[in-house]
């Protein structure tokens, strides 16, 4: 497998991630500190994370009320406030390339590799509570990219079925 022309895999460098995800808390200055410091620790990549709150969150969880850098809020709200839309992935896309690190952000659903993909990402990754998803794997697919696959808590089965279904 390739990223960004970088061979991956068994007797090459390994491609160092800088897991962001929404370590940022919502606030863009907060994720180009984050970036800046993945490049000067030497990483090839940071990700983010990307979800549609809505489709990403059970419902049965969206008035749960939670504690928060913000106070108490319910969960949908908690989770709409971190999430980073066109005018932040617009400035994340902007500052990688100008300090030359890839980027790229794990989605959740359907809409968010959509969105993510007009920003021709090098590569996407599966999380590892989405990896059942195959309506998201087939979209993911779809995108012709290479995609890693996040396994913890996965089964032998599930990951065999998520690895078929994007070698197809």
Not at 21 to 41: Q, R, S, T, V, W
Not at 101 to 112: E, F, K, L, N
């Amino acid at each position: 497998m390739e990223i960004a022309g970088r061979k991956i895999g068994q007797g090459y460098d390994p491609l160092i991630i800088a897991e962001i995800g929404i370590n940022h808390n919502g606030d863009i200055k907060n994720a180009l500190k984050l970036i800046e410091a993945a490049k000067l620790a030497g990483c090839d990549a940071v990700k983010f994370q990307k979800r549609t709150p809505k489709i990403a969150t059970p419902k049965s969880s969206w008035d749960v009320m939670r504690e928060t850098p913000w106070g108490k809020m319910k969960y949908i709200d908690y989770k709409k406030k971190i999430e980073f839309e066109k005018r932040e992935y617009d400035i994340i896309d902007k500052y990688c390339k100008k300090i030359d690190i890839i980027w790229t952000a794990s989605c959740w659903d359907v809409p968010s590799v959509k969105f993510i993909e007009k920003y021709k990402v090098k590569f996407h990754k599966v999380p590892s509570a989405c990896i059942t998803d195959i309506l998201l794997l087939k979209e993911l697919k779809k995108t012709n990219k290479p995609v890693i696959i996040s396994t913890g808590m996965s089964t032998e089965k599930q990951i065999k079925k998520a690895v078929n279904i994007l070698s197809q």
